[in-house]
């Protein structure tokens, strides 16, 4: 897999923005007219959230929209949002990619195994504790991702926006061409615990500091927006004190939730789904089949009312 990048560079260097730019123009010209005929689902735009653990809630939807026959015409994704994204818009079905997830987090073995780097690096190429953060991302999602996983923005099925933050400018970034895989990792940055990316000229860390949920970021006004904010809702409640790491990572998620309710206030999508996964933690994953169950009944809200809604335009 690390073969195949190095191979890519040099191309994808020299043109792979160019051809991104035709394949995009190009499904523009056919919405706008073209000779060839887009399918009726091609009238909305879908942004998956960020939210940690909690972003397996997208899961069920990505299987409505199976089950719907529609495909978005354009995807965004923050944080676990464009993990999810990146896998959808690469090509696997929501089934596919519920198997994968749950396969990796409910078989604890076997994902320490993985872990294991056979590649000829070491522990340490994943783990340094004089890094900025413990865990290099990029590494990370080379050892777990799927190895059919999409190398470049254009080999994706569906266009795809990435929400990162630069972390001197304190703005948002939003990538959509080049290499995925250090995308989606800049977007997933969590600080002390995933490293920064360097991309681009920046330094990027987790796009949910700046735009937990991006419905905002699509520049098509022929488009409906879908939003799926996975921040919490419906939140249990509990006493006593929480620990320590349960205070930072909380903390992280309260941040998210107060940034998308601000963003709420100010403008809304055509359809906002907000699975109800409030009593989950951020660092859930191991308890990802609970999580999907949750999110179940927001899959039939979904369907029905996305259904609806592309009914009536």
């Not at 190009?26 to 653990?53: E, H, N, Y």
């Not at 999580?291 to 009914?311: N, Q």
């Amino acid at each position: 897999m690390i073969q195949r990048r190095e191979l890519m560079l040099g191309a994808i260097a020299a043109g792979g923005t160019t051809l991104q730019t035709m394949k995009h123009a190009q499904a523009a010209s056919d919405s706008s007219g073209g000779t060839t005929d887009r399918k009726s689902s091609d009238r909305f735009a879908l942004a998956l959230g960020g939210g940690a653990a909690k972003a397996f809630a997208h899961i069920p939807i990505l299987e409505g929209l199976d089950e719907l026959g529609v495909k978005p015409a354009e995807m965004a994704g923050t944080s676990m949002g464009s993990i999810l994204g990146g896998l959808y818009a690469g090509g696997m079905t929501g089934v596919e990619i519920r198997e994968f997830a749950v396969e990796l987090f409910t078989k604890k073995t076997q994902l320490f195994q993985k872990l294991f780097l056979k590649d000829g690096r070491t522990w340490s190429s994943l783990f340094n504790v004089v890094r900025p953060a413990i865990i290099d991302p990029i590494i990370l999602f080379e050892t777990v991702f799927p190895n059919t996983m999409a190398e470049t923005f254009y080999e994706l099925d569906i266009p795809l926006k990435i929400v990162a933050t630069d972390f001197y400018t304190q703005s948002q970034v939003v990538l959509e061409d080049g290499q995925l895989l250090p995308a989606i990792a800049a977007s997933s940055a969590l600080p002390m615990l995933l490293t920064p990316v360097e991309l681009k000229g920046r330094v990027l860390i987790d796009g949910g500091f700046v735009n937990p949920t991006p419905f905002d970021v699509f520049d098509r006004p022929d488009l409906l927006t879908v939003g799926v904010d996975v921040t919490g809702s419906v939140f249990s409640h509990k006493s006593g004190l929480p620990s320590g790491l349960d205070t930072w990572i909380g903390s992280f998620s309260i941040t998210l939730h107060s940034l998308v309710a601000a963003k709420l206030a100010c403008s809304r999508p055509d359809l906002l789904i907000e699975p109800p996964i409030g009593k989950f933690k951020t660092m859930d994953f191991f308890k990802i089949e609970d999580i999907l169950e949750a999110a179940e009944p927001a899959k039939d809200v979904f369907k029905r009312e996305l259904g609806t809604l592309l009914e009536k335009t």
